[in-house]
């Protein structure tokens, strides 16, 4: 048996030297990543020379050059140790220096596609109820049941029921967007908060998108990723909050970090947070 292993790890080797050598070269570098100290997580604290970049950043750094486009730091998406992204990262950096945290405990929560380490978090604050959801949670979170399938816009729960609600770059993904700004309103309890992170042009007067856009393709291309519906235009996506009866409490980053720190965490210096309120004296209907 002994000798059968051998004699086939020594023909692959003969075979597919490229392949070996090219991981032995990717294990060597993700060492030395790991032990480097220009940057860190701020979640899981551990240093790093360089987050990993997002597949497509070559294509979103057109997006961001022609579109003045805000979004993700795509060329420092993920820590090598955590896989932590850089969303992630950022909602924790606001969430501590808003000393948001406390919004949590004993609240009703609902957070759409959650992430990993914010999901954790919030559970250790001990909410008085805590509801994760996802259009397609099969899709993305396969084999965690916590997961509920939920459409933001149809959410089946009552009006006025949660205090908080997180939906973290989910909004570039739904196309009736106006029904889930309407959906969010109504769930929310009076005075509560939403934060509703998306992508956007600084650039665009409205938001880009169009029927005919229909491929994979064609959505890569035109709107940054294929699973993307539209580019939003910051002022229209703002003006249709407040259309939706969302009071903006939009927190600015550089009112609340230095340049260096968004270097060192890996953030995105130009994304604000979209912190919005059900005003208790705003009527929608």
Same mark, same amino acid.
């Given at each position: 048996?002994?000798?059968?292993?051998?004699?086939?790890?020594?023909?692959?080797?003969?075979? %597919?030297?490229?392949?070996?050598? /090219?991981?032995?070269?990717?294990?060597? !570098?993700?060492?030395?990543?790991?032990?480097?100290?220009? @940057?860190?997580?701020?979640?899981?604290? +551990?240093?790093?020379?360089?987050?990993?970049?997002?597949?497509?950043?070559?294509?979103?750094?057109?997006?961001?050059?022609?579109?003045?486009?805000?979004?993700?730091?795509? @060329?420092?998406?993920?820590?090598?140790?955590?896989?932590? #992204?850089? %969303?992630?990262?950022?909602?924790?950096?606001?969430?501590?220096?808003?000393?948001?945290?406390?919004?949590?405990?004993?609240? @009703?929560?609902?957070?759409?596609?959650?992430?990993? #380490?914010?999901?954790?978090?919030?559970?250790?604050?001990?909410?008085? *109820?805590?509801?994760?959801?996802?259009?397609?949670? +099969?899709?993305?979170?396969? !084999?965690?049941?916590?997961?509920?399938?939920? =459409?933001?816009? =149809?959410?089946?729960?009552?009006?006025?029921?949660?205090?908080?609600?997180?939906?973290?770059?989910?909004?570039?993904?739904?196309? =009736?967007? +106006? /029904?889930?700004?309407?959906?969010?309103? %109504?769930? *929310? /309890?009076?005075?509560?908060?939403?934060?509703?992170?998306?992508?956007?042009?600084?650039?665009?007067?409205?938001?880009?998108?169009?029927?005919?856009?229909?491929?994979?393709?064609? %959505?890569?291309?035109?709107?940054?990723?294929?699973?993307?519906?539209?580019?939003?235009?910051? @002022?229209?996506?703002?003006?249709?909050?407040?259309?939706?009866?969302?009071?903006?409490?939009?927190?600015?980053?550089?009112?609340?970090?230095?340049?260096?720190?968004?270097?060192?965490?890996?953030?995105?210096?130009?994304? =604000? *947070?979209?912190?919005?309120?059900?005003? /208790?004296?705003?009527?929608?209907?």
């Amino acid at each position: 048996m002994l000798k059968l292993f051998i004699t086939k790890a020594i023909n692959l080797t003969i075979k %597919r030297p490229y392949f070996l050598v /090219k991981r032995l070269f990717i294990s060597i !570098g993700t060492i030395v990543n790991k032990s480097g100290r220009r @940057k860190e997580c701020n979640i899981c604290g +551990k240093t790093l020379n360089n987050f990993l970049p997002y597949r497509q950043n070559y294509k979103l750094d057109a997006y961001n050059e022609i579109l003045d486009w805000v979004g993700s730091d795509v @060329k420092n998406f993920a820590c090598v140790h955590c896989r932590s #992204h850089d %969303r992630e990262r950022h909602l924790f950096m606001y969430f501590d220096a808003l000393d948001l945290w406390n919004e949590f405990s004993n609240k @009703k929560i609902l957070h759409f596609a959650p992430e990993a #380490h914010l999901s954790k978090k919030i559970k250790e604050l001990e909410p008085s *109820l805590y509801v994760q959801g996802d259009f397609n949670p +099969k899709y993305l979170f396969e !084999g965690n049941s916590d997961i509920l399938n939920i =459409d933001a816009t =149809d959410i089946k729960y009552n009006d006025e029921y949660f205090d908080f609600l997180i939906c973290n770059h989910v909004l570039e993904h739904i196309v =009736d967007y +106006k /029904k889930a700004f309407s959906e969010i309103y %109504r769930v *929310l /309890k009076k005075n509560g908060k939403a934060i509703l992170q998306t992508p956007y042009s600084r650039t665009l007067s409205k938001n880009f998108e169009d029927p005919g856009i229909q491929t994979n393709l064609q %959505r890569e291309v035109l709107y940054g990723q294929h699973d993307h519906v539209r580019v939003f235009s910051e @002022k229209q996506f703002f003006n249709d909050l407040n259309e939706a009866g969302f009071t903006l409490n939009i927190q600015k980053h550089d009112s609340l970090f230095d340049v260096n720190t968004s270097f060192r965490h890996g953030v995105n210096k130009l994304e =604000d *947070l979209v912190l919005v309120e059900k005003d /208790k004296e705003i009527q929608v209907g």
